[in-house]
Every structure is written in C-alpha cells, then in structure tokens.
C-alpha cells in the first residue's frame, strides 16, 4: 500500500504530469468561457448557432492542450529541448486551428459568427484562467 501511495505521489510531482494537468485546467477554463457564450448565444438565436460557438471554443482549448502538452513532455530538460518543444508545439497548435477552421466553415458550414464568437470567449476563458489558475503542488 506504501509503494502505490508512493508511486501516486512521484507521479503527482512529476514536471511532465504537472504540467499536462496545468493544461487541463486552462483547456478547461477555455470550454467554460465558451459555454457561457454558448448559453448567450442559444438565449438570444437558436441551438444551431450555440453548437458552433461551443464548437469554435473546442477548437481553442483542444489547440491549448495539444500546445501544452507537447511543451511539457521533456519534463526538466535542458534550455534547447524545452524550446524546440515549445515550437514543435506551437506549429501543431496552429495547424490544428487551421485545420479545424477549414473544417467548421467550410465543411461542415457552422455559422461564422457564432464559431468566431466561441474561438474568442475560448480566449477570454485562457486570460480569465491565467489570473485565477495556479499550479498544483
């Protein structure tokens, strides 16, 4: 029982986990704030365009986790191999927006407006997560 707790506890303390929970929980507060919007949006229109702010916040945060993620993966690193993840994780993000982008106006025709809406309250709930989320130790 001492060796799981152990365990348990090293991997709680480990700077690659750590960091990917960080993630989480700006992911996390990235979907809250396009929720919110959603909720704006399904008030004053339809479903419809809720979906795609929902959908243009997922982007966001799905983009925020796959840029943190690959920043933390080498753990304590040297300078030059936290940089080049930090790239590396960067160029993924943005080829993932792009991507997600083309695929949500063009071909699966959400709504423009509602999408771009939830791509900037993804943001906000990033800016919003900066102030209120620390780290765990």
Do not use: C
């Not at 809250?32 to 959603?38: C, F, I, P």
């Not at 695929?103 to 997560?129: E, R, T, Y």
């Amino acid at each position: 029982m001492v060796r799981g707790r152990t365990s348990t506890m090293r991997a709680r303390h480990d700077p690659e986990s750590r960091g990917k929970r960080l993630a989480l929980r700006f992911a996390a507060a990235q979907l809250g704030g396009a929720l919110l919007a959603a909720i704006i949006v399904a008030v004053i229109t339809d479903g419809s365009n809720a979906m795609a702010t929902v959908a243009g916040g997922a982007v966001v945060a799905v983009g925020n986790l796959v840029f943190g993620w690959r920043l933390f993966a080498p753990g304590v690193a040297p300078a030059e191999r936290i940089a080049k993840a930090m790239w590396v994780g960067e160029g993924l993000k943005w080829l993932w927006v792009v991507v997600a982008v083309w695929l949500a106006l063009d071909v699966s025709n959400l709504a423009p407006l509602p999408f771009l809406l939830g791509m900037l309250a993804g943001q906000v709930g990033f800016w919003v997560g900066v102030a209120f989320i620390k780290e765990d130790k």
